[in-house]
């Protein structure tokens, strides 16, 4: 779903992105550590700060990132400090990824996925579009967040079927994903690395 207007001012905000930079995108560096090079995907990647973390943190050699409000794509795409880094931003939605199965070797999602309906369809199309052996890493707002009283009114998040800590890691595992670390604060924010397991040999 697309942004409100304090949704979108609260991402294109300086503070958003010094908060990404330093203590988000840390939280999931020192979970998972840094990718070996290779192509990630990033999912929701609102005014592009997150994908300059990608290949600038991670190490990637090259990163697609898309968002489904073409606004934020625009603003991403006329980024200066996006400029010297190979990544392409597109339109998209995150329950029908447009590229084949098995082509990236990290997706990233630092919180996307609660403004999704479907939330578990957008958990197998990332299953489906990872290498066998890569890795997904997700920073998510939790339910207790999206439904609290004044956050819930002021942001226009789902409703319904919101997940907490457990919940989506339960998830995770049901999309066949093997979770190898997780933490959560306050069941405010959680924090997720898991695997696409390579598969196994008969």
Not at 8 to 19: E, G, K, T
Not at 34 to 47: Q, S, V
Not at 165 to 191: E, H, I, M, P, Y
């Amino acid at each position: 779903m697309k942004l409100n207007l304090f949704e979108r001012m609260l991402m294109l905000n300086p503070v958003r992105s010094i908060a990404q930079r330093y203590f988000e995108s840390r939280q999931l560096f020192s979970m998972g550590g840094p990718m070996d090079g290779g192509r990630a995907l990033e999912i929701g990647c609102g005014g592009g700060s997150g994908a300059g973390i990608i290949t600038g943190l991670f190490g990637a050699d090259r990163v697609d990132a898309f968002d489904l409000d073409p606004d934020m794509v625009r603003f991403a795409r006329h980024d200066k400090r996006q400029r010297s880094h190979p990544i392409s931003f597109w339109v998209a939605n995150t329950r029908a990824i447009p590229v084949g199965d098995e082509q990236y070797d990290a997706v990233f999602t630092f919180g996307a996925l609660h403004h999704v309906v479907d939330w578990r369809s957008a958990l197998e199309e990332v299953y489906r579009v990872l290498k066998p052996g890569g890795r997904f890493y997700v920073e998510e707002i939790l339910k207790r967040y999206i439904t609290h009283p004044f956050w819930g009114r002021l942001m226009d998040h789902p409703q319904t079927d919101r997940f907490d800590f457990r919940d989506f890691q339960q998830a995770l595992s049901a999309a066949g994903f093997s979770v190898l670390k997780s933490r959560s604060f306050l069941d405010l924010f959680g924090w997720y690395i898991a695997d696409r397991p390579h598969a196994v040999s008969r």
